[in-house]
């Protein structure tokens, strides 16, 4: 009888077998925009998207990522910690598997095989640093172990900045076999600017006050021989080598025409990109980051996006306005940002609402009559209609990606009905109040926000019923651009800062807000006024404005870490009385989420590693406080 097992030599006999089991080695990446999904190793989009502070749900206990807000993830009750430990090493066990049979098999050219070599190495690179950002301090895999080695063969823990190094390493050897750019059908592929993309993002991480020189939390955080795993010295060269890569990063990435996604890219309102006018500045600034992350026909800003499938849990599904025809999903309007993260945008004038002088912020929760053409966007005025002063004289992006009440919403069909491309809004507005048809209503159990607001950041303007398919940003341009500047601001001195506000001034311009210099010096208020050229003053900015340019990117839950301010995560989510039926009681007061209790604890600046885990090898060391 013949043996009709499966044999490894059956993965790459054929050329296209060989190019299917390269791609098995990039299952193993997160996925930051959908959870529950079917695909394995796919529950990390909680981590980054719901748990950062920025949006909440209805789902509350009932939904495991909710452990991370609850703070009640643990070694011995991390369930969703784990599908960060065990994937990472799964991937970089897939490559080197790929790559030791590499060399015998089959492949459509020799070109590919070593295209395919720089791939395999490029992901060992990046499932290290989705170790080391998760973890901190990993392990360093330089080969694949046999299925029945022992694990007392397993490698220690090595330190943060001998991962760095590895990962360094890893890319270097990778980089000459990256291509420039591949045949768009293989978008989501490694290529060279995808590599300096991450070294630019393993380099920022490693000179934050978290990894760098963290004695205040991590003194005692030693190998068995006594070496400690995180720098107990602060070192500015970290952020100088920070500085050098991003750059360099910067500067391939533009010669080779990647650009911030502007006007001619988002041209005028159209029945596949609707929503928006292109009469208006701040209109032209909204379309702009409204399709910049989700425009498939101009990618010209995203470096590596993640062209796998959305499920209906996904950020698109769950963030869609209430409707109540032909809309077959149970999970929409439950995307929910939380005040918090409202009042983190900007105003119009591009400052913090605390320090614009010509910002009433005392009275920001004041009841108003919606003022004529209050988003910019030339909708149809409604005058009698009113929300809170809060919503009123923000940023282009507040009003592209926040739904609040008699707010707008951009949607080409709205209840089975087409709308006029020069309507293409929710008629009369987000009815949030309840009862109301985007509101909370009595017993409910699903479709509403729990705050009072809708995202609408990468829900598309032109969708109907279905799923409209796009890449989600891993890397994209206007993050190496803060990048460098925050750098260069760590870095300090007169000419670093100045060019710092230079690259800021770049993301802040295509967001339809001043440049930071005019900013501060024509709006602020006296606690910023003439410090534009202050590195503290400029510290917060890129901060903030890292905070609301990547808003639900998945970026939030990981730079409040680097920067030792996540205790921002101990506070209960704001909102609004859902249960107001009137605007005077919607708007009431702002009242903590009741669903659930937030808290973190110092030992979550660091994700706690399977207590079955430390038991199978005793050699890899828990980290510190749990």
């Known amino acids: 009888m013949p043996d009709e097992r499966a044999k490894l030599e059956d993965s790459y006999n054929t050329p296209s077998k060989t190019e299917g089991f390269l791609y098995s080695c990039y299952t193993y990446m997160p996925m930051n925009r959908t959870s529950q999904d079917s695909q394995p190793y796919q529950s990390w989009y909680p981590t980054a998207l719901l748990t950062g502070g920025e949006v909440t749900t209805y789902y509350k206990a009932n ?7 609850m703070g009640l993830y643990n070694p011995t009750n991390n369930s969703i910690v784990s599908h960060r430990w065990w994937p990472t090493w799964k991937g970089v066990r897939q490559c080197y598997e790929f790559l030791d049979i590499l060399d015998k098999a089959q492949v459509y050219t020799e070109a590919d095989r070593e295209i395919y070599r720089a791939e395999a ?3 060992i690179a990046y499932y290290h640093f989705c170790s080391l950002q998760a973890f901190g301090p990993t392990l360093i895999i330089r080969k694949k172990y046999d299925l029945d080695a022992k694990l007392s063969e397993l490698p220690a823990r090595s330190s943060y900045d001998e991962v760095v190094a590895f990962i360094d390493e890893m890319l270097d050897e990778a980089m000459p076999g990256l291509v420039e750019a591949h045949n768009p059908m293989y978008f989501g592929r490694a290529t060279k600017h995808v590599a ?8 920022l991480y490693a000179a934050s006050p978290l990894f760098n020189g963290n004695s205040e939390f991590y003194s005692n955080f030693v190998d068995e021989n006594g070496k400690h795993l995180i720098s107990q010295t602060y070192d500015v060269k970290k952020w100088e080598k920070c500085a050098e890569v991003t750059l360099d990063a910067i500067q391939n990435a533009e010669k080779a025409g990647y650009k911030l996604y502007g006007d001619v890219e988002a041209g005028a309102p159209t029945q596949e990109k609707p929503g928006f006018t292109d009469q208006t500045e701040s209109g032209k600034a909204q379309r702009r980051v409204r399709y910049c992350t989700i425009d498939n026909q101009n990618l010209c800003e995203i470096i590596w996006g ?7 849990y996904g ?13 077959p999903y149970t999970q929409t309007n439950s995307t929910a940002p939380t005040l918090q993260m409202v009042e983190l945008f900007y105003t119009e004038h591009g400052l913090p609402i605390d320090k614009d002088k010509t910002y009433d912020y005392a009275n920001r929760y004041q009841i108003a009559y919606l003022p004529a053409n209050f988003d910019g966007n030339n909708y149809e005025d409604r005058p009698n209609d009113r929300s809170i002063k809060l919503h009123f004289n923000r940023e282009p992006r507040f009003y592209s990606w926040i739904g609040f009440h008699n707010g707008n919403y951009e949607i080409a069909r709205y209840n089975a009905a087409a709308l006029p491309l020069n309507k293409s809004y929710v008629p009369g507005g987000l009815r949030m109040l309840f009862n109301g048809a985007h509101g909370f209503k009595k017993d409910m159990t699903v ?7 809708l995202n609408k950041k990468f829900t598309h303007p032109g969708f109907t019923n279905t799923i409209i398919k796009y890449p989600f940003p891993t890397f994209r341009l206007a993050e190496l651009y803060l990048n460098y500047a925050e750098a260069l601001i760590e870095i300090g001195g007169s000419n670093n800062l100045k060019i710092a506000k230079k690259y800021m001034d770049k993301v ?3 967001a339809g807000i001043p440049g930071v ?9 006296d606690e910023w006024k003439g410090k534009e050229n202050e590195q503290e003053t400029l510290r917060q900015f890129v901060r903030q404005e890292r905070q609301i340019e990547f808003y639900l990117e998945g970026q939030r839950f990981w730079d409040l870490r680097r920067w030792k301010i996540a205790e921002k995560l101990d506070e209960p989510f704001l909102c609004w009385n859902i249960e107001g039926a009137s605007v005077e009681e919607f708007f009431k007061a702002p009242q903590p989420n009741m669903t659930l209790t937030n808290h973190f604890y110092k030992s979550q600046y660091l994700l706690p590693i399977s207590a079955s885990e430390l038991e199978k090898t005793p050699q890899i060391i828990q980290n510190p406080f749990y």
């Open 508 to 510: 802040r311009k295509r």
């Open 315 to 327: 950020v698109q599904i769950r963030s869609s306005v209430r409707q109540t025809k032909q809309i």
């Open 63 to 69: 939904e495991p990522e909710q452990l991370f807000t």
């Open 196 to 203: 300096r993309a991450l070294r630019s993002r393993v380099h």
């Open 121 to 123: 190495k490029f992901l």
């Open 447 to 453: 479709h509403y926000s729990v705050t009072g607001y």
């Open 517 to 525: 210099d005019e900013s501060i010096q024509k709006y602020a208020n």
């Open 306 to 312: 993640d062209n796998r499938g959305e499920s209906t």
